[in-house]
């Protein structure tokens, strides 16, 4: 069973960073696209960050150009950073990957860490 374990979330201030981190295990991380979900109160998750096997991201566009996904192969590990953090963001984040292909395929997800912003 493939497990995707975040940390790093907090409480931050606005104008504020942080780092998160996915550590993933049970699985060839290397040749699998990664994602970051958030999920806010009485709002539906929603796609923040993604990144391929190969390296190429693709972002939401609330977060374009302040947060940043990248992936350490060596150590299974995908990050997101984020900067200049808003109250907006406030959220549970979520890792996620789609093990499988066209015919059958699994999704897994992170148990979530909290990011809170203040104001």
């Known amino acids: 069973q493939v497990q995707l374990v975040e940390s790093g979330g907090g409480l931050v201030q606005a104008g504020g960073s942080l780092r998160l981190s996915c550590a993933a295990s049970r699985i060839i991380f290397r040749v699998v696209a990664m994602d970051w979900y958030r999920q806010a109160p009485g709002k539906q998750r929603e796609l923040v960050a993604a990144?391929?096997?190969?390296?190429?991201?693709n972002y939401a566009s609330s977060v374009k150009g302040r947060f940043t996904i990248s992936r350490d192969n060596g150590k299974n590990t995908v990050y997101l950073q984020m900067n200049s953090l808003s109250p907006e963001d406030t959220a549970v984040y979520y890792c996620?990957?789609?093990?499988?292909?066209?015919?059958?395929?699994?999704?897994?997800w992170g148990q979530g860490t909290q990011v809170t912003v203040s104001s």
């Open positions: 990144i391929t096997a190969g390296g190429s991201t």
């Open positions: 996620h990957t789609r093990v499988g292909d066209i015919i059958s395929s699994n999704d897994y």
